[in-house]
């Protein structure tokens, strides 16, 4: 995790997105994970969505070996 990454507990998806190199349609592919129940556990803030920086790594990780 790079140093901005420590400092923020969360990342929009957006953020998420680019770390993960999704590409132009990362966000898109956000959602659709959301909608799937596929991707990193999420919260909604009001109509904003945010991922836990430990939940990412803990997808990663869990991914890794598929």
Known sequence: MSAPEQRRAWASPEQLS???QLGQQGARKLR???????????????REVRYAWVDVHAWCAARRGQ
């Open 32 to 46: 659709k994970m959301r909608q799937d129940k596929t991707g990193p556990h999420f919260i909604t803030v009001g």
């Open 18 to 20: 680019e770390w993960l």
